[in-house]
């Protein structure tokens, strides 16, 4: 089945830890999306990449940092310079690049901070 | 101001109530506009699209209002199944970003 796989579905981050979150898609699809979404929040844009090699910030990319050397996988890492991680992290993804193609999420990360 | 709004709600609405929600959003020159729903502490999935002409599926029809800049969910003859958080999104300013409003909440009482 085609879809998006994000792993793993909850993490814990120690003080000063770096983490991985991985997502990978069978969709064919070119761009990539990471998203944050806080309690009571609206999903918040942290990178996106609108093809392989390249990725641009989103809204709140400060502690955080991606790459995409496949077209299938755009890991994202939450840095320790990220103070207040705790949130549920979705990745999405879309045929191309452009606000008019629909976006389709995984499943999500939850991250906690022990 | 912020570039999508939604009252959070809750609706708390009767089984084969009609309830409608709307979302207001500040860039006037926004041309993509969609629904998606999410359930509790699941991924968002898409609902509708919405389109300047208006469109309808099934139960729920989405309308788009560019004069007033706001788009509305209409549900009819509301479900059990139908309770979740329905999130407005359009495009921002910066047009290769959407914009997630924080959801309305819908529960949907026996």
């Known amino acids: 089945d085609g879809g998006i796989t994000q792993s793993p579905k909850y993490l814990f981050r120690k003080e000063g830890q770096n983490v991985t979150l991985s997502c990978e898609q069978n969709?064919?699809?070119?761009?990539m999306y990471w998203y944050r979404q806080d309690p009571g929040q609206g999903l918040r844009l942290i990178y996106y990449?609108?093809?392989?090699?390249?990725?641009q910030k989103g809204d709140i990319a400060e502690g955080y940092s991606v790459s995409r050397e496949k077209k299938e996988s755009f890991p994202l890492t939450v840095t320790s310079a990220q103070k207040n991680p705790t949130a549920f992290y979705l990745c999405?993804?879309?045929?191309?690049?452009?606000?008019?193609?629909?976006?389709?999420f995984g499943a999500g990360t939850r991250l906690s901070v022990l | 101001r912020k570039e999508v709004e939604q009252d959070p709600g809750p609706f708390n609405v009767p089984e084969g109530a009609t309830v409608a929600f709307n979302c207001t959003y500040s860039?006037?020159?926004?041309?993509?506009f969609f629904w998606y729903r999410q359930d509790c502490r699941k991924e968002p999935k898409l609902l509708m699209s919405v389109y300047s002409s208006g469109n309808e599926d099934g139960r729920f029809t989405a309308q788009l209002n560019r004069a007033s800049q706001y788009i509305s969910l209409l549900i009819r003859d509301s479900k059990l199944s139908d309770s979740a958080t329905y999130l407005c999104?359009?495009?921002?300013?910066?047009?290769?970003?959407?914009?997630f409003g924080q959801g309305t909440t819908l529960q949907v009482k026996p």
């Open positions: 990449s609108q093809i392989v090699n390249d990725f």
């Open positions: 860039n006037s020159a926004s041309q993509s």
């Open positions: 999104v359009v495009n921002g300013r910066n047009t290769g970003k959407l914009i």
């Open positions: 969709l064919n699809h070119d761009a």
């Open positions: 999405a993804s879309s045929i191309r690049p452009g606000t008019k193609n629909i976006q389709y």
